[in-house]
């Protein structure tokens, strides 16, 4: 079985497990997901779904070595994300976190066609949700992991911030040391990591991001209370959840709509609508010398400093006048 994709090309899923999961409604249900959850509704280009996300965090596991089970892994990480993705963090949680979803992987799985398949390749399907044992796959910041790169190199090619030859550079200068990620190249690893800080200016840090997550999570919590849709409605996708929103009739939620389709903020501190924040992302990978790893802001104070100096800067959130 072969799957073409819009960065990597085309993957070859040669094996049984893979390509029956690929199959199966939990991981197709994923095309119906953004990844840019209320950003697509701004700014339309912006359409990548959780299932490119899912088979290219596969690609990676696979050309890094990773085991069947993880790989497996890999491939179910994103299913128990709700529809419009990390706006659900925004209605229950926080928006700093981005782990919402993470709660239901547990339950998402168990009621899923997926662990049927999983029990037949004589693989335990409890393991799947504990992401902590699969080092490959997810690692905290400021590290990398295969989930972190490709949502880097996917978000970033799909805004235009990134092209295949920037992919294929960065791509070819890491190794597996172990179990972690690092650079061959220091001067790589500044540029990559240079990059991922841009990509969390551009994408999923900023006074724009943070406002239209912050407004449909509002929108999402009026639905709920008002009955104009279930929880349960919530691990549906973002088309039927958004047509029973769009079809409710509910003048504020009609009306908020209107309002994020063409939204326009500005950031200031003195006279503010709204004061929100989101996630920040950073990283500061490793950097192979001699065999050992060495964080790449041992290496560079500067780059350490800048790193610093960016985190600071955006704690505070932003202050968002809407115009």
């Not at 199959?23 to 509704?41: C, D």
């Not at 085991?67 to 949680?93: N, Q, R, Y």
């Amino acid at each position: 079985m072969n799957y073409q994709d819009k960065i990597y090309g085309q993957i070859n899923i040669d094996e049984p497990l893979i390509q029956e999961l690929f199959q199966s409604e939990t991981l197709q249900r994923l095309k119906k997901v953004n990844q840019y959850g209320a950003s697509f509704y701004r700014f339309s280009h912006l359409l990548t779904t959780r299932f490119e996300h899912s088979l290219g965090v596969y690609f990676l596991l696979k050309k890094f070595n990773a085991s069947l089970e993880e790989k497996a892994a890999g491939l179910l990480h994103d299913v128990p994300h709700t529809a419009f993705s990390h706006v659900i963090d925004f209605v229950f949680g926080n928006g700093e976190n981005s782990s919402f979803h993470e709660q239901f992987h547990e339950y998402f799985l168990h009621d899923s066609d997926a662990v049927k398949i999983l029990a037949e390749h004589k693989i335990d399907w409890h393991h799947l949700y504990e992401m902590h044992r699969y080092k490959l796959l997810d690692r905290d910041l400021p590290d990398l992991c295969m989930d972190r790169l490709d949502y880097f190199f996917r978000d970033m090619y799909t805004d235009k911030h990134l092209n295949k030859k920037d992919v294929g550079t960065i791509l070819d200068n890491i190794v597996r040391f172990e179990n972690y990620l690092a650079f061959k190249n220091q001067d790589i690893a500044i540029m990559a990591a240079r990059k991922f800080r841009e990509g969390n200016d551009r994408l999923w840090c900023n006074p724009m991001q943070a406002t239209l997550y912050h407004l449909f999570a509002e929108i999402l919590k009026i639905a709920l209370f008002d009955n104009v849709i279930t929880f349960r409605d919530l691990f549906s996708t973002d088309d039927f959840v958004y047509n029973k929103l769009k079809n409710s009739k509910h003048p504020n939620i009609l009306k908020r709509l209107e309002q994020i389709s063409d939204l326009k903020v500005k950031e200031n501190t003195e006279n503010f609508d709204y004061h929100v924040k989101t996630k920040i992302r950073v990283i500061d990978p490793y950097v192979l010398q001699n065999d050992k790893l060495v964080r790449l802001s041992v290496l560079d104070p500067i780059f350490h400093k800048e790193n610093q100096d960016y985190l600071a800067s955006k704690r505070e959130g932003f202050y968002v006048k809407i115009v």
